[in-house]
Antibody, heavy 118, light 107 residues
Framework: QVQLVESGGGVVQPGRSLRLSCAAS????????MHWVRQAPGKGLERVAIISYGGNNNYSADSVKGRFTISRDNSKNTLYLQMNSLRDEDTAVYYCVRPGSGRNFDYWGQGTLVTVSS | DIQMTQSPSSLSASVGDRVTITCRAS??????LNWYQQKPGKAPNLLIY???TLKSGVPSRFSGSGSGTDFTLTISSLQPEDFATYYCQQSHSRLWTFGQGTKVEIK
């Protein structure tokens, strides 16, 4: 069965960096585009970034462009999100997500909480 | 960016009620519209994709319809486990965006 397990969240001061990881199993990771989606406390959902299955193409939301970088290691079945220059408004649960048979968010990890606070 | 607007933002309903949630896109998204259910403290679950296709394993009381800019999610007979927040999401443009959510509460 598809499993996505995020790690790396925690409490960090504004302006600092954090790297999230997502370990994937139960499917052929290198065949799928992958996404990071976040949800601020009590708020809605926002797709933060997407990376193509081969890792050659990626796209980030304007809210994180220039600060966050999505990457992947297909040999390790792992997705990453490098978050630099963190701001208070980046506080959220970050989910690693795999699409289904179409253009949707079908499989979700359990999420990892990032809290940006001084 | 394509804006997605859901209505209502919240509703109160009783078990057995028929519930309809609407989602409007700021421009045509053909049928690239998905619906998700999220319960407190959990990740969202995909219910319906491409506007009207029920994901395998999702109860048939859930249905979706619409195309272009206007879409609906219908729960034909609300069950206790359906009290949750529902989100629509478009995947027509490169920037996939969500509606703000509709919270379905117990009356």
């Amino acid at each position: 069965q598809v499993q996505l397990v995020e790690s790396g969240g925690g409490v960090v001061q504004p302006g600092r960096s954090l790297r999230l990881s997502c370990a994937a199993s139960g499917f052929t990771f290198r065949n799928y585009d992958m996404h990071w989606v976040r949800q601020a406390p009590g708020k809605g959902l926002e797709r933060v970034a997407i990376i193509s299955y081969g890792g050659n193409n990626n796209y980030s939301a304007d809210s994180v462009k220039g600060r966050f970088t999505i990457s992947r290691d297909n040999s390790k079945n792992t997705l990453y999100l490098q978050m630099n220059s963190l701001r208070d408004e980046d506080t959220a649960v970050y989910y690693c997500v795999r699409p289904g048979s179409g253009r949707n968010f079908d499989y979700w990890g359990q999420g990892t909480l990032v809290t940006v606070s001084s | 960016d394509i804006q997605m607007t859901q209505s209502p933002s919240s509703l109160s309903a009783s078990v057995g009620d028929r519930v309809t949630i609407t989602c409007r896109a700021s421009q045509s998204i053909t049928n690239f519209l998905n619906w998700y259910q999220q319960k407190p403290g959990k990740a969202p679950n995909l219910l319906i994709y491409t506007a009207s296709t029920l994901k395998s394993g999702v109860p048939s009381r859930f249905s979706g319809s619409g195309s272009g800019t206007d879409f609906t999610l219908t729960i034909s007979s609300l069950q206790p486990e359906d009290f949750a927040t529902y989100y629509c999401q478009q995947s027509h443009s490169r920037l996939w965006t969500f509606g703000q959510g509709t919270k379905v509460e117990i009356k």
